[in-house]
T-cell receptor
Framework: KNEVEQSPQNLTAQEGEFITINCSYSVGISALHWLQQHPGGGIVSLFM???GKKKHGRLIATINIQEKHSSLHITASHPRDSAVYICAVREGNKLVFGAGTILRVKS | DADVTQTPRNRITKTGKRIMLECSQTKGHDRMYWYRQDPGLGLRLIYYSFDVKDINKGEISDGYSVSRQAQAKFSLSLESAIPNQTALYFC????????????FGAGSRLTVL
C-alpha cells in the first residue's frame, strides 16, 4: 500500500465547477505539501500545511491530522487550472509523494 | 533567472553512455534533492544533500551518483545509462522554517535508447 494515496487519479470538469482533490496518508507527518505540475513539466509549490486550512486566491487546502487526510479545493475552475496536482507529506527528513491527480478543465 | 536551474532540459543518449545532469540554485537553501518521475508513479528520491559535506542515498540510488560541488550546485551522474533510466528528473531545494519551502527545477527529460 502506498504511503500517500490521491483520489481521483483523473478528473475532468467544466469551467466554473467546484473541484476537490483528496490526499490520504498512512504515516505520521510534520507537514503536507500541495504541488502543481503543468504540462510543460515544471512543479510549483502551492501550499504547505501542518494544521487547519489555507487559502490563496481560488485555491483552498485543508488538513485533518487525526484522520490523516487533506483536500485541495478549486473554486470557479478555469481551463488554466488544468495540471497535475501532487500531494507530498514530510516524514522526518523525507518527502513522500502521491502519484498525482490529472485535472482537465474544459471551457 | 530561475531559482533552480537544471541543465540539460532534454537529452537523448545511448545505453552505456555516461550522463551528467546539473543543478544550480540561487535560493541559498542548504538542502538539495534529485528525484525521478515516471508515468503513474510519484516522484521518487534518488539522492539528497543537506550541506556540501553531506550526501545521502534515497530510495532508488542504484545506478546513480551525485556530487555537491558547492552549496549552490548539485549534479547527478549516470555512469552507464540503461533504458529503464529513461525518465523526467527533477532537482529541488528546501529551506526556510522547518526546511518546508520547496523549490523545483524545470526538469530534465532523459531518454536512453
Amino acid at each position: 500500500k502506498n504511503e500517500v494515496e490521491q483520489s481521483p487519479q483523473n478528473l475532468t470538469a467544466q469551467e466554473g465547477e467546484f473541484i476537490t482533490i483528496n490526499c490520504s496518508y498512512s504515516v505520521g507527518i510534520s507537514a503536507l505539501h500541495w504541488l502543481q505540475q503543468h504540462p510543460g513539466g515544471g512543479i510549483v509549490s502551492l501550499f504547505m500545511l501542518s494544521s487547519g486550512k489555507k487559502k490563496h486566491g481560488r485555491l483552498i487546502a485543508t488538513i485533518n491530522i487525526q484522520e490523516k487526510h487533506s483536500s485541495l479545493h478549486i473554486t470557479a475552475s478555469h481551463p488554466r487550472d488544468s495540471a497535475v496536482y501532487i500531494c507530498a507529506v514530510r516524514e522526518g527528513n523525507k518527502l513522500v509523494f502521491g502519484a498525482g491527480t490529472i485535472l482537465r478543465v474544459k471551457s | 533567472d530561475a531559482d533552480v536551474t537544471q541543465t540539460p532540459r532534454n537529452r537523448i543518449t545511448k545505453t552505456g553512455k555516461r550522463i551528467m545532469l546539473e543543478c544550480s540554485q540561487t535560493k541559498g537553501h542548504d538542502r538539495m534533492y534529485w528525484y525521478r518521475q515516471d508515468p503513474g508513479l510519484g516522484l521518487r528520491l534518488i539522492y539528497y544533500s543537506f550541506d556540501v559535506k553531506d550526501i545521502n542515498k534515497g530510495e532508488i540510488s542504484d545506478g546513480y551518483s551525485v556530487s555537491r560541488q558547492a552549496q549552490a550546485k548539485f549534479s547527478l551522474s549516470l555512469e552507464s545509462a540503461i533504458p529503464n533510466q529513461t525518465a523526467l528528473y527533477f532537482c529541488a531545494t528546501s529551506g526556510g522554517p522547518g526546511a518546508n519551502v520547496l523549490t523545483f527545477g524545470a526538469g530534465s527529460r532523459l531518454t536512453v535508447l
